[in-house]
């Protein structure tokens, strides 16, 4: 049931609105003063409070308007007054009122408004709730150097319209990062569309894409919107992109030159806006040098590159993940949070995880479900496979020069880390030019200002 708050200094109004809104079906309570009404929402939660401007003693209602922002309460407050003017009325919505209203009071259109009030109030609750849970959902966890270098990375990337390619192992988060430079962009309030090419098959995915008209081919009985047209204004997270066929390659690299294409089966081009962000598990050098992707194609994609690290090479993150993944898994599963022991959470941390952070996750989420035991000790771990020893750090790569990209990637990372991503302070405590560092950075995928 939603409750209702009255602040009037009147007890007949009091009493009259509270007699109308209970047979609506809200309960609700009283108060004489500001001073009582800051006291009330304190200790209740309240969907709607109706308050006077003119209270008899105390502070206004203006002022006790202020002082619930101020501490932080949504409640939807609707300004009620005898003395109503256009300078009270906007004062009272620049401080957040969601309606105006003046006595006498007419009963039906206070209902409408406290009821249009509750409503609104609803539905931006939910609307937070669910853009809690998303962000919950899609938390970058980690302190490491190479993720504090990834975040900073994106906090300078993610205001502007460039183009991203983010590079990295399967598993290790790529649709993070792309959610997060999404969520930090002026596209932010915009949708964030997605498309995997690897998981449509390939006779579908210009469809997907680009849309197609009605009789397009067999089967297109009605006219459908593509990828690109949806996120018009927006951002669109192209997964897997070295998948792709020649011919989407043709006509991706069209349209990322004009912002425009022809759905399929039409010759009317349709113009969009739309920042793309792209992620691949693929050494694209490699498919270029084949023939299997445009090198035109993958200069437009890779304005910015990114490099997500894989999980052996931040181990210590593993104990944060570990308690990100209990906390979410025994939530979701209405359990209460598990207690790993150090022995488990050393084994964990110890293992290689060449499924990176997903294969991580799902370890976690089948000891929270599997497990009845509230402490989890190595006996109750799953059989992880694979070696579990931390490889040499000189012997884990397959040549010499991934070998020494690999180190001086994590040198320069956390000289940037250390010089809070200063690449002209960080060139001049390592003795070398700043343009030399520069182009190394490009070259290893790590942009800095």
Known sequence: MNSILIVDDEPGIRETLRGVLEDEGFAVDLAATGEECLKLVEENTYSCILLDIWLGKGIDGLNTLKKLREEGNDSAVIMISGHGNIESAVKSTKLGAFDFIEKPLSLERTIVTVKNAVRQRELERANEQLQQELADEYVMVGESIAMRALRK?????????????????????????????????????????????????????????????????????????????????????????????????????????????????????????????????????????????????????????FQVPPLRERLEDVPALIDHFNRKFSSDNGKKVKVFT????????????????????????????????????????????????????????????????????????????????????????????????????????????
């Open 153 to 305: 990375q994106i906090s300078i990337v993610a205001p502007s319209d460039g183009r991203v390619l983010i590079s990295g192992e399967s598993g290790t988060g790529k649709e993070l990062v792309a959610r997060a430079i999404h969520s930090q962009s002026k596209r932010k309030n915009s949708p964030f569309v997605e498309i995997n090419s690897a998981a449509i098959p390939e006779e579908l995915v210009e469809s997907e894409l680009f849309g197609h008209s009605k009789g397009a081919f067999s089967g297109a009985n009605s006219a459908k919107k593509g990828k690109f047209e949806i996120a018009d204004g927006a951002t669109l997270f192209l997964d897997e992109i070295g998948d792709m066929s020649s011919r989407v390659q043709a006509k991706m690299l069209r349209v990322l030159e004009e912002q425009r294409f022809e759905p399929v089966g039409s010759n009317k081009p349709i113009k969009v806006d739309v920042r793309v962000i792209s992620a691949t598990n693929k050494r694209l050098d490699e498919l270029i040098e084949n023939g299997n992707f445009r090198h035109d194609l993958f200069y437009r994609l890779n304005v910015i590159p």
């Open 342 to 449: 150090e022995a488990a959470i050393e084994k964990l941390s110890n293992h290689i995880w060449p499924g990176n952070v997903r294969e991580l996750r799902n370890t976690i989420e089948r000891v929270i479900i599997m497990t009845t035991k509230q402490k989890i000790d190595v006996g109750d771990l799953p059989e992880l496979g694979f070696t579990e020893e931390k490889p040499s750090s000189s012997f884990r790569f397959p040549s010499f020069k991934e070998a020494t990209d690999a180190y001086q990637r994590e040198f320069i990372l956390h000289k940037l880390a250390e010089f809070d991503g200063n690449v002209s302070k960080a060139a001049e405590d390592m003795g070398v030019d700043r343009s030399h560092l520069y182009r190394r950075m490009r070259n290893l995928g790590i942009h800095g200002r």
